[in-house]
């Protein structure tokens, strides 16, 4: 009978709980509560003569990030729009993108009517080098959006040098706190953008921000987020309004609600004793991967001062498993864990979310000629990554040391098993 768990065998985790995410206590609710009886649940409402939440916390942000602007924004979705609008990307502009993340990237592309173009990656980190993304620049390439992704950082020294005067957006929903020689990432580009959607590693449920050291780019932002207001440059008296009608550009209502920013203001004082956590239980088990032998992690640059871990990720060789499929490999770690362990997502050159066609407002932008420039290329990078990393939630290192153990013996068991998959 087989030894799997995928097969019925015993589990290498049978009873013990992993470490739970989100985390909360008396003090999240307590803020939340303050927030509900304030009567004041977003910034559209008349001040109670304190500064809004919504604000406090973006001015915490922009502090915990050392740059001196941050706008908020309902979603990191919106961050990414809010930003190419602030630059004035439109159409005829082409904006690259990596084709390994999320689909929030090209959708905002497509909304604001340019088209992306999707560069290939790394093929053992997952993110965009300078070369990849030289091969896919032209006369119409306007902007550069950059994802640090999983646990690692793109090589930000490398993509500026070559990005010269086109724009970079930072897009660090998977990097929050993570440093680059010294300096949080999304402080290198024109602007950085944030989500704090449930499962990141500063979550409200929802929500996103936009950071800069640009003070045009950062007034543009705050209109564009909030129908074309802004903060006013003065004191707020209690029964009036906080944002201002300016109109000097278009915008919508991309505004973070009052109960969101009372739950970041509660959890990013925790966030660097989070980092600090997860870094040493990584550790213990990236000591023992490494005893395994062909296992380690995700290769993070020499230039990276600190990490931060959304999703951990396991690099092996191709074969160590037999050559079984990673998506087979996954299911059997994870039957013998009890948590979601998983490849890669499919790159968004072969992924079902990227739809224009479904729109008609794309049917321009996604013309034959557009979809060669956006998709009309090999993607070899993203194809290798796919095969040979394994990715798992950064909640599961709040644990303790016995927590990696358990996953560096459930690799070797599945590994050693492989003939089963």
Not at 112 to 137: F, K, M, N, Q, S
Not at 301 to 310: A, L
Not at 354 to 369: D, G, H, N, V, Y
Request: net charge negative.
């Amino acid at each position: 009978m087989s030894r799997l768990a995928l097969h019925g065998g015993p589990r290498v985790r049978a009873d013990k709980r992993w470490a739970r995410w989100p985390q909360y206590d008396t003090a999240t609710e307590q803020e939340v509560v303050a927030a509900l009886r304030s009567g004041r649940w977003a910034i559209s409402w008349p001040s109670d003569g304190t500064t809004a939440r919504e604000r406090r916390f973006a001015e915490d942000w922009a502090r915990y990030n050392d740059v001196p602007h941050c706008v908020s924004v309902d979603h990191g979705s919106s961050a990414l729009l809010v930003a190419l609008e602030a630059l004035d990307i439109g159409p005829g502009d082409e904006v690259i993108v990596p084709t390994m993340t999320w689909v929030a990237p090209v959708t905002a592309v497509l909304r604001v009517g340019a088209l992306p173009v999707l560069a290939d990656v790394d093929p053992v980190t997952g993110c965009v080098t300078p070369e990849t993304i030289a091969a896919c620049r032209s006369g119409r390439t306007k902007a550069i959006i950059v994802v640090h992704l999983g646990a690692t950082v793109a090589d930000l020294d490398g993509i500026l040098a070559v990005a010269g005067d086109v724009p970079v957006v930072e897009d660090c929903a998977q990097a929050h706190g993570a440093r680059w020689r010294g300096r949080n990432v999304g402080t290198y580009g024109a602007l950085g953008v944030f989500s704090f959607q449930n499962g990141k590693v500063l979550a409200a449920g929802e929500g996103g921000a936009v950071i800069t050291s640009d003070p045009v780019l950062y007034r543009r932002a705050q209109q564009l987020r909030a129908d074309s207001r802004r903060y006013p440059d003065h004191p707020v008296p209690e029964g009036t309004m906080e944002l201002v009608e300016d109109g000097e550009v278009m915008g919508a209502n991309y505004c973070m609600s009052e109960l969101s920013a009372a739950v970041l203001l509660d959890q990013l004082p925790r966030l660097d004793t989070q980092h600090l956590h997860r870094e040493k239980i990584a550790g213990e088990l990236e000591r023992g991967l490494a005893e395994l032998g062909g296992f380690g992690p995700i290769p993070v640059p020499e230039e990276v001062d600190r990490r931060s871990i959304y999703e951990y990720g396991i690099s092996y060789a191709e074969d160590a498993f037999g050559g079984a499929p990673a998506e087979k490999v996954a299911e059997a770690i994870t039957a013998e864990l009890g948590f979601a362990v998983y490849p890669p997502d499919p790159p968004l050159n072969d992924s079902v979310m990227l739809r224009p066609f479904t729109k008609r407002r794309f049917a321009q932008i996604w013309s034959e000629e557009g979809q060669r420039r956006a998709i009309g290329r090999e993607f070899p990078g993203a194809e290798r990554f796919r095969r040979s990393a394994l990715l798992f939630h950064h909640g599961v290192l709040l644990g303790d040391s016995a927590d990696a153990a358990d996953i560096v013996a459930a690799v070797a068991k599945v590994r050693d098993h492989a003939h089963e998959l």
